[in-house]
């Protein structure tokens, strides 16, 4: 393959992620990647073979979400001396930051609760298989089967994506209140549900 054409390859999808976070997923189209990238939307279908491509060559080649490892930075011997609840609870609070520091990331999510296409579909699957390793490895780093530290972190990673989504374009006021109050719920439901 030409350098030419990994590099219109590549502005492609860049464009992708630009119309995105600039415009909304509803701006997102053929005639507006093309334009934004300064293309012929034929190299679309050519270098992609359509639009639901496209998205998927998207989904495979970006860093949206975040690593396991940014949100686990201890290791087992580390968690030791930290009671789960609290170790949740921080893990809970790096993943929120994670959220926040992706912009894009929130749009796609955004995206995602109005409508399923390949792209959404794609990286939604990514996000699961992140989530699933996660949980893997602290349940592996604390060895308590009778937890289910899974749906405690599916819970409330859900209520944390519908907080970081419907707030992410308000006022850093509004949002320093409604995260105060989740987290004190969080606090207090994890502590109870360790008693």
Same mark, same amino acid.
């Given at each position: 393959?030409?350098?030419?054409?990994?590099?219109?390859?590549?502005?492609?999808?860049? *464009?992708?992620?630009?119309?995105?976070? @600039?415009?909304?997923?509803?701006?997102?189209?053929? =005639?507006?990647? &093309? #334009?934004?990238? +300064?293309?012929?939307?034929?190299?679309?279908?050519?270098?992609?073979?359509?639009?639901?491509?496209?998205?998927?060559?998207?989904?495979?080649?970006?860093?949206?979400?975040?690593?396991?490892?940014?949100?686990?930075?201890?290791?087992?011997?580390?968690?030791?001396?930290?009671?789960?609840?609290?170790?949740?609870?921080?893990?809970?609070?790096?993943?929120?930051?994670?959220?926040?520091?992706?912009?894009? *990331?929130?749009?796609?999510?955004?995206? @995602?609760?109005?409508?399923?296409?390949?792209?959404? =579909?794609?990286? &939604? #699957?990514?996000? +699961?298989?992140?989530?699933?390793?996660?949980?893997?490895?602290?349940?592996?780093?604390?060895?308590?089967?009778?937890?289910?530290?899974?749906?405690?972190?599916?819970?409330?990673?859900?209520?944390?994506?519908?907080?970081?989504?419907?707030?992410?374009?308000?006022?850093?006021?509004?949002?320093?209140?409604?995260?105060?109050?989740?987290?004190?719920?969080?606090?207090?439901?994890?502590?109870?549900?360790?008693?």
């Amino acid at each position: 393959m030409s350098r030419s054409r990994k590099n219109t390859e590549q502005r492609i999808i860049n *464009a992708v992620g630009s119309i995105l976070l @600039e415009q909304g997923y509803p701006a997102v189209g053929i =005639n507006a990647i &093309a #334009r934004q990238a +300064g293309c012929d939307k034929v190299l679309i279908y050519r270098y992609f073979g359509g639009f639901d491509e496209l998205l998927l060559a998207f989904a495979d080649t970006t860093t949206l979400w975040w690593r396991v490892d940014e949100i686990i930075t201890e290791s087992a011997i580390d968690c030791a001396s930290i009671a789960l609840p609290d170790y949740l609870q921080t893990l809970l609070g790096r993943y929120v930051k994670a959220l926040e520091s992706r912009p894009l *990331a929130l749009e796609i999510m955004a995206w @995602e609760m109005s409508e399923q296409n390949n792209l959404t =579909n794609s990286l &939604a #699957r990514i996000r +699961g298989e992140r989530g699933m390793e996660l949980v893997k490895r602290i349940r592996a780093y604390y060895q308590q089967p009778n937890i289910d530290i899974g749906g405690i972190l599916g819970v409330f990673g859900a209520a944390i994506n519908y907080l970081v989504i419907r707030t992410r374009k308000q006022t850093q006021q509004y949002k320093a209140e409604e995260w105060w109050r989740l987290q004190q719920t969080i606090a207090k439901l994890l502590q109870a549900y360790a008693d």
